[in-house]
């Protein structure tokens, strides 16, 4: 959240909402096992950017948000899955690994608040 204050009588609160997707969140790993070994993890991910990353060839920027829990993805049997991702993503031209803030601060550069 940012905010953006003229005088004491005037504040504009601006925030960015970032979507956090379940199916490519670690917790379903922690709930209902759906990611039983870290090649199930990996090949889910992998096959989610895949499809977004040629879908952004068109010139469209797309957005990949993978949720993870140290208490879960931390663990050895799940964390070479993740591995495994990150490696296959970063053979990818034009690929950005971001925080938050990052592309809040990206956001708010490249669309700046206009009154």
């Known amino acids: ?3 953006f204050a003229g005088d004491i009588s ?3 609160v601006l925030r ?3 979507v956090s997707r379940l199916d490519t969140n670690d917790y379903k790993d922690g709930n209902h096992n ?6 199930n993890f990996a090949s889910y991910l992998i096959g989610a950017f895949d499809e977004l990353y040629h879908e952004g060839k068109s010139g469209q ?5 993978v949720g993870l829990h140290a208490r879960l993805v931390g663990r050895p049997g ?7 991702f990150i490696e296959h993503a970063q053979e990818h031209d034009g690929v950005w690994f971001a ?6 601060d990206h956001w708010a550069k490249t669309h700046p608040y206009q009154n």
């Not at 920027?61 to 948000?65: D, E, I």
């Not at 799940?78 to 495994?84: E, T």
């Not at 925080?99 to 809040?104: K, P, Y």
């Open 10 to 12: 005037c504040r504009v």
């Open 34 to 39: 759906s990611f039983l070994s870290p090649d």
């Open 61 to 65: 920027a797309k957005m990949m948000s």
């Open 78 to 84: 799940r964390i070479a899955g993740l591995r495994k």
């Open 16 to 18: 960015l909402t970032m």
């Open 1 to 3: 959240m940012r905010e």
């Open 99 to 104: 925080t938050r803030e990052e592309i809040a």
